[in-house]
């Protein structure tokens, strides 16, 4: 229906392409203990990631580059049976050498300490004295954010399985994707933050610095004082001060109770599905689906904010919507949990980390709000539990097929108003209220294919054409190929590429597959080329025939 390529506005003039890295060092489990300091606004991290050669290119396992954004300090690497020769930590990423290549299927373990304070992004911190507002820590990874806290191969195709230990004060509740092993009384460890950003000295004065802090008994001012004097004498003029705070913070740590929290995950999971939540919470426990009787469905918010009658009017309706995916796709919903975190840490509307969805708490609603907003609240719902499926068991291959997961989240949105009688909402008042928002952008903005390689930032492809515009698609594939047809290749699609990666190639072969139907066109027209048909409409009343004359003319081509 158009030229291929992209209009002008998405990308900036020379915008690169994105395709899924090469590993020839795949992460297969990445083993995390943080102790949280949330008044602080950080934590002291040991990071245990187990990689496995998958290459005979001895120049290729020799080395390993790690996504650490902004990380205030790495404290110590170190590998092990062949061990590291050297790191290096750019402020971006830390390159691991290794003394020598690991052999082809061998397995390395790679130990990192480091500090995490007042991160830039991917761990939101809420701390405050007055008892009006509740602490929080929550994580919100999409797209590539994992990285800020987490040394991680930050891409959907990389995927691990996690266990994490996390330890907090035993007021709060920690949860995180997966199952929850163990709940156990701890010892913190006798850490204090640095006192000094990793910008104040050069890099590889702080590089020096952060690699001999080894000992996490050293209070800020002692790390100053013994290794950088001069910074000390001149940055810090009320250190004595400074020390005796710490000290009080120290004794009354001492007498504080503290729990460690450890949860394991066993499917294999990208950075951007995994996530952890801290607080003070209130918690509801759902009526179970019965198709997955055995999966607990809880939510959670903080206490402070919030009650269970909140909670259960929000979310009720989450077990009749697990027996609903089944009953559409074929399939039961997977993980060993379903559940929900709402807190107001600016999540923008919900986020379907694996087994763990968190939330925007402004969408909560209450008894009387359920009347009007309720819709709302189900259809967030839907979409976000339709991506344990669109995204979450079938991965997106990388960001060029985000379409596969969000486009099909909000098509499913679609199919569920449809046969549950929502007064506000019906299916096609649901399509025809976002239509507006693919137009304008498609229109003014730019044109851009569904499945597009070139962007500036992954970020740029979540816009109006990756929601409603592909819900549009999906809705018309559906009725090109029939309503049974349709259904029964999709659920073939699943079982196909469950627990893999997929990408657009990888949908359209298996629809082809299932329908003897080609979907070259369709696919070329409506998924890899930009734009949508565009027609003229002209009328013409013959007075003298009583007659009407209507003349269409597609006119997408002269405009592209
Ligand atoms: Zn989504």
Redesign the pocket.
Same mark, same amino acid.
């Given at each position: 229906m158009s030229k291929g390529g992209v209009q002008s506005g998405f990308t900036l003039d020379g915008g690169s392409f994105h395709f899924s890295p090469t590993l020839a060092l795949n992460p297969e489990h990445i083993e995390l203990e943080i102790q949280l300091d949330i008044p602080n606004h950080g934590f002291l991290g040991h990071c245990t990631t187990t990689i496995r050669s998958q290459s005979e290119n001895s120049e290729l396992t020799r080395t390993i580059q790690f996504n650490a954004e902004s990380f205030y300090s790495i404290l110590n690497v170190s590998s092990s049976p062949i061990g590291i020769k050297s790191y290096s930590y750019s402020g971006h990423s830390l390159e691991i050498n290794f003394n020598e290549s690991i052999p082809n299927s061998d397995q390395e373990f790679i130990s990192i300490q480091y500090i995490i304070f007042n991160p830039i992004s991917g761990l939101s911190f809420s701390s405050s004295t007055s008892n009006q507002t509740p602490n929080f820590v929550v994580s919100d990874h999409e797209t590539e954010r994992a990285r800020y806290w987490i040394p991680c191969i930050d891409h959907p195709s990389v995927r691990t399985t996690y266990s994490v230990e996390i330890s907090v004060p035993s007021e709060y509740t920690a949860l995180a994707c997966g199952k929850l092993i163990s709940s156990t009384p701890t010892t913190p460890k006798q850490f204090e933050i640095p006192t000094f950003p990793s910008t104040l000295v050069s890099n590889t004065e702080f590089q020096q610095i952060s690699t001999k802090i080894s000992q996490f008994k050293l209070n800020s001012s002692q790390i100053l004082t013994q290794y950088l004097p001069e910074f000390t004498q001149k940055s810090v003029p009320n250190t004595d001060e400074s020390f005796s705070s710490t000290k009080t913070e120290n004794e009354s740590k001492e007498n504080e109770q503290w729990t460690c929290w450890r949860w394991e995950l066993e499917e294999i999971c990208p950075s951007y599905l995994f996530c952890i939540a801290v607080g003070d919470f209130v918690k509801a426990e759902l009526k179970r689906a019965s198709t997955r009787n055995d999966m607990e469905l809880e939510v959670f918010a903080p206490k402070l904010w919030y009650d269970a009658n909140t909670l259960h009017c929000s979310f009720d309706s989450t077990g009749e919507m697990v027996d609903w995916m089944f009953k559409k796709l074929g399939r039961k919903l997977p993980w060993n949990k379903y559940f929900q975190v709402a807190t107001g840490s600016g999540i923008g509307? #919900?986020?379907?980390n694996i087994s763990l969805v968190t939330w925007d708490d402004s969408l909560l609603v209450n008894e009387s709000m359920r009347l009007e907003r309720g819709w709302i609240m189900d259809s967030v719902n839907v979409?976000?539990m339709a991506?344990s499926y669109f995204?979450n068991a079938v991965v997106m291959k990388g960001f060029a097929h985000a379409w596969l997961?969000?486009s099909w #989240?909000?098509f499913m949105e679609v199919v569920y108003a449809e046969e549950h009688s929502h007064e506000m909402a019906d299916s096609y008042g649901i399509l025809w209220m976002k239509r507006e928002g693919y137009f304008t952008e498609s229109n003014a903005k730019y044109k851009r294919p569904m499945c597009c390689y070139k962007f500036d930032s992954s970020w740029d492809m979540f816009d109006r054409h990756l929601?409603p515009g592909g819900a549009w698609r999906l809705n018309m594939l559906r009725h090109y190929l029939g309503e049974n047809v349709f259904w029964k290749a999709v659920q073939k699609y699943l079982d196909q590429y469950w627990n893999e990666t997929a990408d657009t190639h990888d949908f359209q072969r298996v629809l082809e597959k299932h329908s003897n139907v080609s979907l070259e066109m369709f696919f070329n027209q409506w998924f890899y080329s930009p734009g949508h048909l565009k027609i003229k409409v002209q009328m013409e009343y013959n007075v003298i025939e009583k007659s009407i004359g209507i003349q269409m003319e597609q006119i997408q081509m002269k405009e592209s």
């Amino acid at each position: 229906m158009s030229k291929g390529g992209v209009q002008s506005g998405f990308t900036l003039d020379g915008g690169s392409f994105h395709f899924s890295p090469t590993l020839a060092l795949n992460p297969e489990h990445i083993e995390l203990e943080i102790q949280l300091d949330i008044p602080n606004h950080g934590f002291l991290g040991h990071c245990t990631t187990t990689i496995r050669s998958q290459s005979e290119n001895s120049e290729l396992t020799r080395t390993i580059q790690f996504n650490a954004e902004s990380f205030y300090s790495i404290l110590n690497v170190s590998s092990s049976p062949i061990g590291i020769k050297s790191y290096s930590y750019s402020g971006h990423s830390l390159e691991i050498n290794f003394n020598e290549s690991i052999p082809n299927s061998d397995q390395e373990f790679i130990s990192i300490q480091y500090i995490i304070f007042n991160p830039i992004s991917g761990l939101s911190f809420s701390s405050s004295t007055s008892n009006q507002t509740p602490n929080f820590v929550v994580s919100d990874h999409e797209t590539e954010r994992a990285r800020y806290w987490i040394p991680c191969i930050d891409h959907p195709s990389v995927r691990t399985t996690y266990s994490v230990e996390i330890s907090v004060p035993s007021e709060y509740t920690a949860l995180a994707c997966g199952k929850l092993i163990s709940s156990t009384p701890t010892t913190p460890k006798q850490f204090e933050i640095p006192t000094f950003p990793s910008t104040l000295v050069s890099n590889t004065e702080f590089q020096q610095i952060s690699t001999k802090i080894s000992q996490f008994k050293l209070n800020s001012s002692q790390i100053l004082t013994q290794y950088l004097p001069e910074f000390t004498q001149k940055s810090v003029p009320n250190t004595d001060e400074s020390f005796s705070s710490t000290k009080t913070e120290n004794e009354s740590k001492e007498n504080e109770q503290w729990t460690c929290w450890r949860w394991e995950l066993e499917e294999i999971c990208p950075s951007y599905l995994f996530c952890i939540a801290v607080g003070d919470f209130v918690k509801a426990e759902l009526k179970r689906a019965s198709t997955r009787n055995d999966m607990e469905l809880e939510v959670f918010a903080p206490k402070l904010w919030y009650d269970a009658n909140t909670l259960h009017c929000s979310f009720d309706s989450t077990g009749e919507m697990v027996d609903w995916m089944f009953k559409k796709l074929g399939r039961k919903l997977p993980w060993n949990k379903y559940f929900q975190v709402a807190t107001g840490s600016g999540i923008g509307g #919900a986020m379907e980390n694996i087994s763990l969805v968190t939330w925007d708490d402004s969408l909560l609603v209450n008894e009387s709000m359920r009347l009007e907003r309720g819709w709302i609240m189900d259809s967030v719902n839907v979409h976000e539990m339709a991506h344990s499926y669109f995204g979450n068991a079938v991965v997106m291959k990388g960001f060029a097929h985000a379409w596969l997961k969000e486009s099909w #989240a909000s098509f499913m949105e679609v199919v569920y108003a449809e046969e549950h009688s929502h007064e506000m909402a019906d299916s096609y008042g649901i399509l025809w209220m976002k239509r507006e928002g693919y137009f304008t952008e498609s229109n003014a903005k730019y044109k851009r294919p569904m499945c597009c390689y070139k962007f500036d930032s992954s970020w740029d492809m979540f816009d109006r054409h990756l929601y409603p515009g592909g819900a549009w698609r999906l809705n018309m594939l559906r009725h090109y190929l029939g309503e049974n047809v349709f259904w029964k290749a999709v659920q073939k699609y699943l079982d196909q590429y469950w627990n893999e990666t997929a990408d657009t190639h990888d949908f359209q072969r298996v629809l082809e597959k299932h329908s003897n139907v080609s979907l070259e066109m369709f696919f070329n027209q409506w998924f890899y080329s930009p734009g949508h048909l565009k027609i003229k409409v002209q009328m013409e009343y013959n007075v003298i025939e009583k007659s009407i004359g209507i003349q269409m003319e597609q006119i997408q081509m002269k405009e592209s």
